[in-house]
């Protein structure tokens, strides 16, 4: 599987952006797909994750309720929606593949996921 993200770029606080993550190859719409951000300088976390079926989602405090993720596996794409952006949210984001030899769903380990996107930048101003 190969991903790409996009959609990244310069935001006011209070804003939002949609980013997406491309994927080619057979097994994307049997996998969980995860998404990480990285703040500069420190260390690659965990954002949210949708499953295969696109049914059941996951996302950490930090983010809940201001992001959601959905993906149409017709178009191999999982998108990432960020309302209410925070200057805080000021990350590199990432789009991964879970590796489904792992239990369960999902996972919020960084080395649980094998396939990664390239990611793309999101600022937000304030």
């Known amino acids: 599987v190969q991903l790409q993200a996009s959609g990244g770029g310069l935001v006011q606080a209070g804003g939002f952006l949609r980013l997406s993550c491309a994927a080619s190859g057979r097994t994307f719409s049997s996998s969980t797909i995860g998404w990480f951000r990285q703040a500069l300088g420190k260390e690659r976390e965990f954002v949210g994750a949708?499953?295969?079926?696109?049914?059941?989602?996951y996302y950490t405090d930090d983010v809940k309720g201001r992001f959601t993720i959905s993906r149409d596996n017709a178009k191999n794409t999982v998108y990432l929606q960020m309302n209410s952006l925070k200057p805080e949210d000021t990350a590199v984001y990432y789009c991964?593949?879970?590796?489904?030899?792992?239990?369960?769903?999902?996972?919020?380990?960084?080395?649980?996921?094998?396939?990664w996107g390239q990611g793309t930048l999101v600022t937000v101003s304030s």
């Open positions: 949708v499953s295969r079926g696109g049914y059941v989602t």
């Open positions: 991964a593949c879970y590796n489904t030899n792992n239990s369960g769903w999902y996972s919020r380990v960084r080395a649980d996921y094998h396939y």
